[in-house]
């Protein structure tokens, strides 16, 4: 009975087949190559949606500049021709309607980059998983634009 518990112990300890084990390591292997294959797919696909998303957050930031430099060309050409009618300048209607229309169409221009820029923005930050991104106001920097400081006078 001793011999038979020996014998037993012994060939449950060498009863190994080589060919079942080597085919699930194979298995297994191509199942970690396929993984890493596929994550480094996703990897890609996430770094290609970010830069997406960044360049159409870059291009809308430039559109918001461009519509302020038409928006402040627009106020001028607007005010030019208020300060020559002011000035008793012969000026009739239909000479002041133009530039009306262009201020008003280059402010509504100007405040849907506004809009698009700030969207581009949130769809940013959700691609790179923030709920939101550091600098989300005022917008971008516009060179020719006035600066504006903050008033220190009491209310």
Same mark, same amino acid.
């Given at each position: ?15 190994? =087949? ?7 390591? #194979?298995?297994?292997?191509? !199942?970690?190559? #396929? ?7 996703? /990897? ?7 830069? #997406? !998303?960044? /360049?159409?957050?870059?291009?809308? %930031? @430039? @559109? ?7 928006? /402040? ?8 021709? &208020? /300060?020559?009618?002011?000035? &008793?300048?012969?000026?009739?209607? %239909?000479?002041?309607?133009?530039? !009306? @229309?262009?201020?008003?169409?280059? @402010? ?7 809009? =698009?820029? #700030?969207?581009?923005? %949130? ?9 939101? !991104? ?7 920097? =516009?060179?020719?634009?006035? %600066? ?8």
């Amino acid at each position: 009975s001793r011999r038979q518990r020996q014998m037993c112990i012994r060939d449950r300890r060498w009863n190994i =087949d080589f060919t079942t084990t080597y085919g699930s390591y #194979k298995e297994t292997q191509q !199942l970690q190559q #396929k993984t890493q294959a596929q994550r480094r797919q996703a /990897l890609g696909a996430i770094e290609l949606e970010v830069r #997406k !998303l960044w /360049l159409e957050a870059d291009q809308s %930031s @430039k @559109k918001v500049v461009i519509t302020r430099r038409r928006l /402040l060309a627009a106020r001028r050409w607007r005010d030019q021709i &208020g /300060l020559g009618a002011q000035n &008793g300048g012969n000026t009739n209607l %239909s000479e002041a309607i133009e530039p !009306l @229309k262009a201020f008003y169409e280059a @402010k509504v221009l100007h405040l849907q980059s506004i809009y =698009d820029y #700030k969207v581009a923005r %949130s769809a940013l930050a959700v691609g790179v998983g923030t709920l939101a !991104l550091e600098r989300a106001e005022p917008g971008p920097a =516009d060179p020719d634009a006035p %600066s504006v400081e903050p008033s220190t006078e009491n209310p």
